[in-house]
């Protein structure tokens, strides 16, 4: 490697250590787990995704699109604190094995295919309610209140409502940091994208809170208050495999897969070369396999970090390494800073994070767009906002599935007739004797009622020959053709024949298979041909 080379990938690396440490601190306790946890998931998983995978723009480790579907799944074992006990710590390893191992099966089997199914808008809305959801549940720690340990939107409110009723008031002191940080962030990334605003003011927050002596006493909740952070590795478990551990985890460790895919298509799109998208997901589930080992929770491709990453225009995937080694020396020996940080500092960044995850632009573009991609915005943001995460990615995707079904579930028909050897559009109230009804679009089973109200509205009355041109058409299955033939039956009864033209080999094999009476005329390359001669052959 060329000098250059290394010092870029070495100053990308670290600048995205340093910024980036703030977030790994914060999604962790995001995710209902102690501050420490993020930086193995950072690391360890980091340095694993590097080595496995292509892009040179991708950062994995903790992210905020996965962190809520994180807390939503350790919810049973959150104590008082909103913060995983060591009675949960098995169920935790066992979600980022299963999130690793769904990532491999998924890779080996082929459902790289099926990201194409999911519409951005989906994505979109997710994110819009997810960057929600996170801004709501930080309004505890940026008040100074004690935390809430309810998951989701009216958990956060009617957990804060209790508390002001109690009598429980914000602390001017944590609001007071929480609006530092959150101008800090945002002068930062306004002026200077390159300048580590997140790290500086977390830094800060913690200098101001040790020189001052300040700690939940003092209405400012330090992390060491909520937690306690020993120096070094923090302690983890092997993976609960019974079967009812690994059946309830199941579902929302596919969420966050296929999430974190989502994020991943998104990240590596940044290269200018093709994206190997089976190597990236493959290194993304041994990244997790291994994390599941060694104290992470479930790691996917960060938008942000990866956004960082490739502002400093690094060469290989050594950057991602740096990064990932890097964030090793604050993990074992910085402990006891990390205990000094306040609260409100964390909900600061996650409230300027969250803020980012609204594009505005992008949003505005997609709703103008189709009334399709206002629909599943709306709904998978609805759903993100009042149901459990894991269910909110499959109602986007699902209605999604829907719609595409429905508009390939509708084939379109369009009449022609013969004028002087030449095929031309039926025009308005001409009744020819032959009619070429050319059908394009898909033609299985679901399409097979759309298709018959379609072919029987365009025909004439004077009709006495009907030609189904099937040239433009696809998918026709056993129903169909079935279809057709009841069709031809009924016009059988009212005097008109009906023929297939422009069949291709496939159909072919499908009409003999099924031993058909209609009669056919091959495919033929040039435009109309193949229902010339079905005209001429009856």
């Known amino acids: 490697m060329r000098t250059s080379a290394f010092r870029a990938d070495l100053l990308a690396g670290a600048t995205v250590a340093l910024v980036g440490l703030p977030q790994c601190l914060a999604y962790a306790a995001m995710s209902g787990l102690p501050p420490a946890y993020g930086l193995t998931t950072a690391s360890v998983a980091g340095l694993v995704a590097a080595l496995a995978g292509r892009s040179r723009h991708v950062i994995t480790g903790p992210t905020n699109t996965t962190g809520l579907l994180v807390l939503g799944a350790l919810v049973p074992f959150l104590g008082a604190n909103g913060l995983l006990q060591p009675a949960g710590l098995g169920w935790l390893a066992t979600l980022t094995l299963l999130c690793g191992m769904l990532r491999l099966v998924f890779a080996f089997a082929g459902g790289v295919v099926l990201v194409r199914f999911i519409p951005e808008s989906v994505l979109a809305g997710f994110t819009v309610g997810v960057g929600i959801l996170i801004a709501t549940m930080q309004l505890d720690e940026a008040l100074g209140l004690p935390a809430v340990t309810a998951a989701g939107l009216w958990g956060e409110y009617d957990g804060l409502a209790a508390m002001m009723a109690a009598g429980r008031t914000a602390s001017p002191s944590a609001v007071a940091v929480t609006l530092l940080c959150v101008g800090s962030v945002a002068a930062g990334r306004r002026r200077w994208r390159r300048f580590p605003g997140a790290l500086l003011a977390v830094v800060c927050a913690a200098g101001i809170a040790w020189l001052l002596q ?70 993304q589930g041994w990244a997790n396999v291994a994390g599941a080992f060694a104290s992470a929770f479930p790691a996917s491709a960060s938008l942000t970090r990866s956004a960082l990453l490739r502002l400093g225009h690094p060469e290989s995937r050594a950057a991602a390494a740096v990064g990932a080694v890097f964030t090793l020396p604050i993990l074992l020996v910085g402990g006891r800073l990390i205990a000094y940080i306040p609260q409100a500092a964390l909900a600061g960044v996650l409230l300027v994070t969250a803020a980012s995850m609204v594009r505005q632009p992008a949003l505005g573009r997609m709703w103008r767009a189709s009334g399709a991609s206002r629909l599943l915005l709306v709904v998978t943001t609805f759903s993100t906002l009042v149901m459990p995460l894991h269910w909110a990615v499959f ?136 229902a010339w001669k079905a005209v001429h052959a009856s």
Not at 217 to 236: E, K, Q
Not at 254 to 275: M, W
Request: aromatic share 4%; hydrophobic share 45%.
């Open 214 to 283: 300040l700690d939940a006493a003092a209405g400012l909740p330090l992390v060491g208050d909520r937690t306690d952070v020993p120096a070094g590795w923090p302690p983890g478990a092997l993976p609960d495999l019974r079967p009812s551990v690994v059946g309830s985890l199941l579902l929302p460790s596919a969420a966050i897969v296929l999430l974190g895919t989502l994020e991943l298509l998104v990240s590596v799109r940044a290269d200018e070369s093709r994206p190997a998208m089976r190597r990236e997901i493959v290194a």
């Open 395 to 530: 109602v986007g995707a699902g209605l999604g599935l829907v719609i595409h079904l429905a508009r390939t579930s509708a084939p379109r028909v369009r009449p022609l007739t013969f004028r002087d050897d030449r095929l031309v559009p039926l025009a308005p109230g001409e009744t020819p004797e032959v009619v070429v009804l050319e059908v394009s679009g898909a033609v299985h089973y679901a399409a097979v009622d759309p298709l018959l109200d379609e072919v029987e509205r365009h025909l004439p009355g004077a009709a006495r020959l009907v030609i189904i041109d099937l040239s433009h058409a696809h998918e026709l299955r056993f129903t169909g053709l079935r279809a057709l033939e009841w069709w031809a039956a009924d016009l059988e009864r009212r005097g008109i024949r009906l023929r297939l033209a422009g069949v291709t080999p496939e159909v072919r094999e499908i009409l003999e298979g099924a031993g058909t009476h209609l009669p056919y005329t091959m495919w033929d390359p040039e435009p109309g041909r193949s």
